[in-house]
């Protein structure tokens, strides 16, 4: 599966963005669904995850009650609504996917290329 991420960009502290990942192929309904994140200097980090079905969704402690995943079989995309964003948010943001149900910040087999948000206060 290739994975394009898209939604990216400059807001202020307090704002929302919505993050898109369009993925092909015509298996996206079998794939675990997982948002990272890498600052400048730091190492990658999980930011959320969604079940095959969108029934489960986990979060980073970080983001928790800030940040919504969900997906949309249909239209082959996950997405990551931030809302209250923080500096603390900045980094570039990738989507990855993976066929294992097990551990779902973990052993993602595809990733997306990225896209850049960046949070000024």
């Known amino acids: 599966v290739q994975l394009q991420a898209s939604g990216g960009g400059l807001v202020q502290t307090g704002d929302s963005l919505r993050l898109s990942c369009a993925a092909s192929g015509r298996t996206f309904s079998t794939y675990v669904m997982g948002w990272f994140r890498q600052a400048p200097g730091k190492e990658r980090e999980f930011v959320g995850g969604i079940s095959r079905d969108g029934g489960n969704r986990y979060y980073a402690g970080s983001v928790k009650g800030r940040f919504i995943i969900s997906r949309d079989n249909a239209k082959n995309t996950v997405y990551l609504q931030m809302n209250s964003l923080k500096p603390e948010d900045t980094a570039v943001y990738y989507c990855?996917?993976?066929?294992?149900?097990?551990?779902?910040?973990?052993?993602?087999?595809?990733w997306g290329q990225g896209t850049q948000v960046t949070v000024s206060s």
């Open positions: 990855a996917a993976k066929t294992s149900i097990v551990g779902v910040s973990t052993n993602y087999d595809y």
